[in-house]
């Protein structure tokens, strides 16, 4: 009788799931499996195309330009998810003391990330202008610099320009995730490693850090995935360029399909990158998995 | 549990009949994607036009300003949807790829109604049939702070190695001021590689031959990559010209931080406009010459029509309603200069006879296609479009590549791009 009742419970509970899975399995299954075999294809939009075999992945595997922009990808997520963290990090420490006016500095912390990003990349592309942009003017009054930084054109300079706007934006994700977390702690725990002799830099690492760890690894995954595909930020400031300087995976598989239409060439370049990912997901997973048991 | 799905798949059914039924009864509707002008009265007397034929022949109408270098993106996403809108306007060189790959509709009915210009014909040439409709020619001219060369004792140049050796005089970069202003960023547009190609072909190279052969490996393109990297690395445009788009020089001329360009009639209208001062101080000629001569590589707007759009009788319809008179002389005149009519009959009124706006309609007459001397196909528009000579350039000038070698990439780049 009960073995009955399990088994009409799991039928019911397959019929209830099948239309989600369907709709997943249309939504992303479907188009993932077309990428998947059109990267095999010498397809450009418009015009009839057929299987090239692997002809794209050697292209792409072959290509300077590839490795360049995979190493631009690999140096923009590490510096920004790094930097995002430590400085999140420190202001949400920050913002958890109490000070005059910390209603207003924390509200104040938010418009980064709730400025609409055409917006701020628009922005940010005029300050960085050589000639007339406000932070080379800015450096050139304080005696800083004599001549111009070219902050969009320089090759060794454009990366560093979105990287630093990508942190701007990004700090308030970080920052607010940790206070979230600072204020759920216990001041007993401190009160405690206080009594046992615990100096500031010990309560912070055995206190402060392993108690919000659950925090710091979905905050830092959940940017580092979100950074990584990052598009919109680098293609508004420097469209990529110069010559690839400050492209990744996202603008430069966008170019390939729509500015030079080679749609096979960029969803090979798409489904070269999917290890790297599926290997953050499983990681991510794992952590999750893991702080859920250690509750 | 049977009673239930078959309750849930009758009111399926239901709603997609219904469905159906609405889409049936849903009036015809015209989309077109126009092109977002630099002067904006173009897209608000355009967009009253269109709303109007669509009221006067009871059709819903879409009338959607998409600037030009988003087009190509949105289009060819469309296109994969199998939803293209009904009609663009664009740039000739990007329309001419769309013609070659089987996208357009014939617009037969358009042009024998209409008598277009031979300048016209010309823009709108395609070798494999008849699909685009020229709406305008945008002749470029070359803009000169005739002030700063006068204030130096300086002639106008007339050759380009008269332009790099007075430039070399009127530079001031100490106070802000460049003698060139040449945008040479890969931004999509057309201006820097037009650019490129003027000063390679007067210089005696030839991109692409009469017969559709990658030719431009030849030591006058090189001399002439030479001397627009020169332009660069003599520091004589702003350093951050290598990466500026096709609005970086507007932007530069009309700050007045620059002392020559080459652009179209957009920054005339705009100087007339805004800047009645520095016009007076602008004198504008045409392009200076190489040991081969002048060319001036030569464009304009058109409008295509999808075949794969839903109202191609209405589309077809509206763009020869579009060339009705008195609207069409009334709209170039709007545009001051910046456009050259590509049919007869509008120029017969005080704003063409005046000297500074007929020059541009005598300059629209003598230009080369972008391609030149290249049959007009989808794949020499697209090695165009691809802006493969601006990237050799800024593979000298920023990444100090050997110019032979530069060459060399570039000619292979063509190849790759024509399938040689």
């Not at chain 1, 710091?216 to 469209?239: A, E, P, R, V």
């Amino acid at each position: 009788m009960q073995n009955s009742l399990i088994k009409q419970e799991k039928k019911l509970g397959y019929i209830f799931s099948f239309p989600i899975v369907f709709l997943v399995f249309i939504i992303i299954g479907l188009p993932s499996i077309y990428t998947f075999i059109i990267s095999f294809t010498n397809k450009r939009i418009g015009y009839s195309y057929h299987f090239v075999g692997v002809d794209n992945y050697l292209r792409i595997f072959k290509d300077p330009t590839y490795w360049l922009v995979l190493r631009n990808t690999f140096i923009y997520t590490v510096s920004c998810i790094v930097l995002k963290l430590v400085l999140g990090f420190a202001f949400a420490m920050l913002l958890n003391e109490k000070f005059k006016g910390r209603g207003f500095v924390r509200v104040s912390m938010l418009v980064p990330w709730a400025i609409p990003g055409m917006v701020a990349a628009h922005t940010w592309r005029w300050m960085y202008n050589d000639q007339y942009g406000i932070i080379n003017v800015i450096l050139k009054n304080i005696g800083f610099i004599d001549s111009p930084i070219l902050w969009l054109s320089d090759r060794n300079i454009a990366l560093i320009s979105v990287i630093i706007v990508n942190i701007w934006r990004g700090i308030p994700f970080f920052l607010f995730s940790i206070l979230g977390g600072l204020q759920t702690i216990d001041t007993q725990l401190y009160d405690a490693a206080k009594v046992d002799g615990a100096n500031v830099v010990k309560r912070f690492l055995n206190v402060t850090v392993p108690s919000i760890a659950p925090v710091l690894t979905i905050t830092t995954l959940l940017s580092t995935i979100w950074t990584f595909n990052d598009f919109d930020n680098i293609w508004l400031i420097t469209g990529g360029g110069p010559l690839n300087a400050s492209s990744v995976i996202s603008t430069y598989t966008y170019s390939t399909a729509f500015i030079s239409n080679q749609m096979g060439r960029a969803l090979a370049v798409s489904i070269s990158i999917i290890p790297i990912l599926v290997i953050l997901l499983i990681i991510a997973n794992k952590m999750i998995g893991s702080n859920e048991s250690d509750r | 549990m049977r009673k239930f799905i078959l309750v849930l798949v009758s009111l399926a059914m239901g709603v997609s009949l219904f469905a159906n039924g609405a889409k049936e009864a849903e009036s015809q509707k015209l989309v077109f994607w126009d092109k977002s002008e630099y002067v904006q009265a173009y897209n608000e007397q355009s967009k009253a036009h269109f709303e109007e034929f669509c009221e006067a022949n009871g059709i819903e109408g879409e009338y959607i300003i998409i600037p030009p270098n988003d087009l190509k993106q949105k289009l060819l996403a469309s296109i994969e949807a199998g939803n293209p809108p009904d009609i663009i306007v664009t740039d000739d060189f990007s329309a001419k790829q769309y013609a070659g790959m089987g996208q357009l509709l014939s617009v037969d009915s358009v042009t024998n109604a209409i008598d277009f210009t031979q300048t016209g014909k010309n823009i709108a040439s395609v070798q494999n049939g008849n699909y685009i409709v020229p709406m305008c020619v945008m002749a470029p001219g070359f803009y000169i702070r005739s002030d700063k060369w006068e204030e130096k004792g300086l002639d106008l140049p007339t050759t380009w190695e008269e332009l790099f050796e007075t430039a070399k005089i009127v530079n001031d970069p100490e106070n802000g001021f460049y003698a060139l202003g040449y945008p040479m960023g890969a931004s999509g547009g057309g201006d820097a590689e037009s650019m490129c190609r003027s000063i390679i072909l007067s210089f005696g190279g030839v991109p692409i031959d009469e017969n559709g052969n990658v030719t431009i490996n030849s030591p006058e393109t090189l001399e002439a990559l030479k001397f627009i990297a020169s332009l660069y690395t003599e520091g004589l445009c702003p350093p951050s010209a290598i990466t500026w788009d096709d609005m970086g020089n507007n932007t530069a001329y009309t700050a007045g931080s620059v002392g020559v360009i080459q652009n179209s009639g957009s920054v005339f209208s705009q100087l007339k406009e805004e800047y009645p001062d520095l016009l007076e101080k602008t004198a504008i000629t045409s392009y200076p010459s190489g040991p081969y001569g002048t060319y001036i590589p030569t464009g304009g707007n058109v409008f295509c029509v999808f075949k794969n759009g839903s109202s191609n009788d209405m589309a077809l319809k509206y763009v020869e309603y579009f060339f009705e008179k008195d609207f069409y002389e009334n709209l170039l005149t709007e545009m001051q200069g910046m456009w050259q009519p590509t049919i007869d009959g509008v120029t017969d009124n005080d704003f063409w006879k005046d000297p500074a706006n007929a020059g541009w309609l005598a300059a629209s007459q003598n230009g080369v296609p972008n391609t030149y001397p290249a049959p007009v196909t989808d794949l020499t528009t697209l090695s165009f479009s691809e802006q493969l000579c601006v990237k050799a350039i800024q593979q000298i000038v920023l990444n100090g590549v050997d110019p032979q070698k530069a060459l060399d990439d570039l000619e292979q780049s063509f190849k790759d791009v024509l399938g040689q």
